[in-house]
């Protein structure tokens, strides 16, 4: 008999466009995975809310970037792809994991201490316990792998340590999950920055580019990204900026650190960043041209996330019912 395929779970917040990190760091692998294993991908919406949107901005996002993961290349016949918000039980998981997340190991959180320092004026909850949401995201789908960028694999750490607290208590209940790390593109940093993440919620806008940029957007922010002293194309530690586009463009045309210093040895910086976003140009016409088609139709997009939904609620009701059930809840 044939194995059942193992199954993935990821998910992007819709906080901004997607950008080249979020591409580069999770959308492009989650379609290489999409063959061989069993894929529920989702729009944070519920992580998204840790930060201040407007409601039309936040609502618009979701469904851009709904439509961005499917012209990505994420096969909606293949994958579930769904909005968060539309499976309660990941908020009802969340509470309940919250119950068995210590304060102490919430507190260690990278993201938790970026993120306030960031946000001084509204470090709520949400932004506290998002580890424990992260975990019932993933738990409740008994996912084998979670694909994430290298600045999320403290949060499949905590959730396998939740995960543990709760099986040692109560049985067998959730399977255990391994982070994937993509080799290349686990770490995409700013263009204006290459200290620091290429993020969506970055100020400078010629830091990041928008899956959604304009050609000519694209390529004048790679002309102006930061770069090092000197003058050669190298990847070593003491040449962030350059070490940072030569990732983007491996990561892009599947040419080795190595290929690229030969390609560019005795060219300069110049030649080099408009290579680099030529090549990110071409990537992002053909994402944004099957973009435009997909989101023109509406009716398509809905029933598409009303099946995908109702798809994911089903496995999702079941590990909440089990957990319910372990921990001493009447049944209806
Ligand atoms: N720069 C990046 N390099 C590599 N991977 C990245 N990811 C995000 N940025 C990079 C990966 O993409 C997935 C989705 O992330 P997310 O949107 O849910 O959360 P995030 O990592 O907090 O993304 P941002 O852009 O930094 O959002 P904001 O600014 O709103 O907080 C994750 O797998 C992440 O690792």
Same mark, same amino acid.
């Given at each position: 008999m044939e194995e059942p395929k193992k199954r993935i779970l990821s998910g992007i917040k819709p906080t901004g466009t997607l950008n080249l990190g979020g591409y580069l760091g999770a959308a492009k692998n989650w379609v290489a995975l999409q063959n061989e294993f069993d894929c529920f991908y989702f729009i944070a919406d519920l992580h998204a809310i840790t930060i201040r949107i407007n409601p039309a901005q936040l609502r618009k996002q979701a469904k851009e970037l709904y439509a961005l993961y499917i012209a990505c290349g994420l096969d909606p016949e293949k994958n579930t792809i769904?909005?968060?918000? #539309? /499976? #309660?039980q990941h908020a009802e998981l969340a509470w309940v994991l919250d119950c068995y997340t210590m304060f102490g190991e919430l507190s260690r959180m990278t993201q938790f201490k970026d993120k306030s320092a960031k946000n001084a004026d509204n470090i709520n909850a949400g932004l506290f316990t998002y580890p424990s949401l992260m975990a019932a995201d993933i738990l409740l789908y008994q996912a084998d792998l979670v694909p994430v960028g290298e600045d999320q694999t403290q949060h499949v750490e905590i959730c396998r340590d939740i995960a543990n607290r709760f099986n040692n208590l109560y049985g067998e209940v959730f399977r255990l999950p391994e982070g994937y790390v993509p080799k290349v593109g686990a770490r995409i940093k700013s263009? /204006? &920055?290459?200290?620091?993440k290429m993020s969506k919620?970055?100020?400078?806008? &010629?830091g990041t580019v928008n899956l959604l940029d304009r050609r000519d957007d694209v390529i004048r922010k790679f002309k102006k990204a930061v770069t090092d002293s000197g003058s050669e194309i190298l990847y070593t530690e003491d040449k962030p900026g350059i070490k940072n586009l030569m990732t983007i463009y491996s990561a892009v045309n599947g040419k080795t650190f190595e290929e690229i210093e030969r390609e560019f040895d005795g060219k300069g910086y110049g030649d080099f960043k408009l290579a680099v976003g030529e090549s990110v140009a071409d990537l992002l016409s053909g994402i944004q041209e099957k973009y435009t088609q997909i989101s023109e139709d509406k009716t398509y997009l809905e029933n598409l996330w009303r099946g995908s939904a109702e798809k994911a609620s089903y496995i999702a009701n079941k590990t909440l019912r089990k957990v319910y059930k372990k921990i001493g809840f009447v049944e209806k």
């Open positions: 769904f909005f968060q918000s #539309h /499976v #309660h263009l /204006v &920055n290459p200290m620091q919620s970055e100020q400078d806008p &010629n």
